[in-house]
């Protein structure tokens, strides 16, 4: 049973362009959702995370939206460059960034020159 | 600083040998994470040490997989004897007692034929 769902394998999108990134949870007893970022052969790498009791975290380009209510978050990239071409996990725990995560399956962006 | 390492890259064996598969945490780190993503899907957590501690270990699929943590440093994941579906890549992961995220190694390639 899948409790964070990414329901979009993948992503294309122009450069400059507004990259939007979805991810449905199941369980609501997650308080932290967390956006891991992952290149061939390498390992995930954290790229921005949201508590709970907010709905929106900011960091540069990357913007993440929390909806409680309907169970969603999004990570939306503005502007869309060539090197976010990447796999984007999103994840959820518990309690803590330290607790275990449950990932998604992942969506494939890729930004178009 | 150096980050998580893991050895080897990739491993072929075939089914009903044994691997050993290895992870140098941060320095430093007291909480040792070991993940799985087989092709496509999610990446799922397998165990979670606290120094040398076995903290959660729901995550492990069978007996057949042996994870230790000797004196709170590196950390091995035995598989044996090996299956087909035990093919996927092995992520290992490190963060600080009681603070931030995770940090990934590059994971581990196991393949068995």
């Known amino acids: 049973d899948q409790q964070v769902k990414q329901n979009s394998p993948s992503l294309s999108v122009q450069e400059g362009r507004i990259s939007i990134l979805n991810c449905d949870y199941t369980n609501s007893m997650f308080d932290y959702f967390l956006w891991y970022k992952k290149y061939p052969a390498e390992g995930p790498t954290f790229l921005i995370s949201?508590?709970?009791?907010?709905d929106k975290n900011e960091d540069g380009r990357f913007t993440v939206f929390l909806n409680k209510s309907a169970k969603h978050l999004s990570l939306h990239i503005v502007p869309s460059q060539p090197g976010d071409s990447a796999v984007y996990f999103c994840?959820?725990?518990?309690?803590?960034?330290?607790?275990?995560?449950?990932f998604g399956t992942g969506t494939l962006l890729a930004v178009q020159p | 600083e150096a980050g998580v390492t893991q050895f080897p890259s990739h491993s072929v064996i075939e089914k009903g040998q044994t691997v050993t598969l290895r992870c140098d945490p941060i320095?430093?780190?007291?909480?040792l994470y070991w993940y799985r993503r087989v092709m496509g899907k999610e990446i799922k957590f397998l165990l979670h040490?606290?120094?040398?501690?076995?903290?959660?270990e729901s995550g492990m699929p069978n007996n057949r997989f042996l994870a230790e943590r000797t004196g709170g440093t590196y950390s091995t994941l035995k598989v044996q004897p090996a299956e087909l579906e035990d093919s996927g890549v092995y992520f290992c992961?490190?963060?600080?007692f009681g603070a931030g995220g995770y940090t990934f190694g590059s994971g581990t390639r196991l393949t068995v034929v």
């Open positions: 040490f606290v120094k040398e501690s076995k903290q959660d």
């Open positions: 320095s430093g780190h007291d909480n």
């Open positions: 994840a959820a725990n518990y309690g803590g960034a330290t607790n275990k995560l449950i």
């Open positions: 949201i508590s709970s009791i907010k």
């Open positions: 992961a490190s963060s600080p």
